[in-house]
């Protein structure tokens, strides 16, 4: 591999990612690692040391996070100061550069001032820099377990929340997602053998199970185990989503349980249809492009294509090396991080 002279993070709660830079600024490597950050503080030092071992020492990086939301902290700032804790031990002998959204980047020594900035500002990074490549529109960023819907226009982003807890409010985060969300946060009930019959309030499946069945699904996309921590095959995933509906599997149900998981992806799409109409309404200039992102970016295909407007990959804006292309969207805030603090560094 080529020289690395910068590594951006997006330090999640369910996923570590990272972007690797080369001399000439160009993407030259992109990488994931799933990390439950809630079964404690060694998980996380884990995924980042063994991300970082692939590297050369003493290159530097910059960091975006949504870690600090795991229920291992007591509250978000703790998770803030915390995380920033393990990134300094576990990155240390190079510089390192925390994102705090709109106040830029802020060294990992002074995480406490400015932890309502850091905590979960990843989406901010990747819509900054979308401002800047395009003239305005809506980033859709549908990830394993949360979406984002992120106005920019004219060089801003134009967002009315920051915080998860405004965000929420105004429709700008959904928490709904391609892979981890539960199959009871989708819908009260559906319809099978022709009959309404209400969704079992039980873990038994995931919206991977869904977007498997419906063939959306790609393998890397899932890295989590399953709900039942079986295999994650067509099979099993019918099987476990027909446990919702109090049904056991046998191959003639498959083609029952494809069309059951083509209803729940129906239930998912309109509610972050209904989240996107809610944000567009908001916005002085009616926005005539989505920008997909994330790997549930399937998605955003199809609702652009149903509001009939311009769709938009990030594959096609973050790199234009083809074989990073997929990668880049679908860890985009670690990319985007990462070309910012570049950015920074030549201005």
Request: hydrophobic share 45%; net charge negative; with cysteine.
């Amino acid at each position: 591999m080529k020289k690395i002279v910068r590594l951006g993070w997006d330090v999640g709660g369910a996923h570590v990612k990272l972007a690797a830079f080369g001399q000439d600024g160009r993407l030259k490597a992109v990488r994931i690692a799933p990390c439950p950050v809630w079964k404690g503080e060694e998980t996380l030092a884990h995924a980042l040391r063994e991300l970082r071992a692939e590297f050369e020492p003493g290159v530097p990086s910059a960091v975006t996070m949504t870690a600090e939301g795991a229920d291992l902290w007591p509250d978000r700032r703790a998770g803030v100061i915390g995380t920033a804790a393990l990134l300094m031990r576990e990155l240390a002998g190079a510089p390192l550069a925390l994102f705090a959204g709109p106040e830029g980047f802020v060294p990992p020594e002074r995480a406490a001032e400015h932890a309502d900035h850091i905590a979960s500002a990843n989406w901010y990074a990747a819509a900054a820099v979308l401002s800047h490549l395009l003239p305005g529109g809506i980033l859709v960023d549908i990830g394993s377990t949360t979406t984002d819907l992120i106005p920019f226009d004219s060089g801003r982003v134009t967002a009315r929340g920051f915080s998860d807890a405004e965000r929420l409010a105004s429709n700008e985060l959904v928490y709904t997602g391609a892979a981890r969300t539960p199959v009871l946060a989708l819908a009260a009930e559906a319809p099978f053998g022709g009959r309404w019959l209400p969704l079992m309030a039980e873990h038994y499946a995931t919206s991977a199970d869904i977007h498997r069945l419906t063939g959306d699904l790609t393998e890397d996309a899932d890295l989590h185990p399953s709900a039942d921590g079986g295999p994650k095959t067509e099979e099993a995933s019918a099987r476990r989503l027909l446990r919702m509906v109090g049904h056991d599997f046998s191959p003639p149900q498959l083609p029952k349980a494809r069309a059951l998981a083509r209803h729940l992806a129906e239930a998912q799409l309109a509610r972050i249809g209904r989240a996107l109409d809610c944000v567009t309404s908001a916005q002085e200039n009616a926005p005539d492009m989505l920008v997909g992102a994330g790997v549930g970016r399937f998605m955003a295909a199809r609702l652009a294509e149903r509001r009939d407007l311009t769709y938009l990959d990030l594959a096609d804006v973050l790199t234009d090396d083809p074989a990073l292309s997929r990668q880049a969207a679908d860890c985009a805030p670690a990319v985007a991080v990462g070309l910012l603090a570049a950015a920074l560094d030549a201005a």
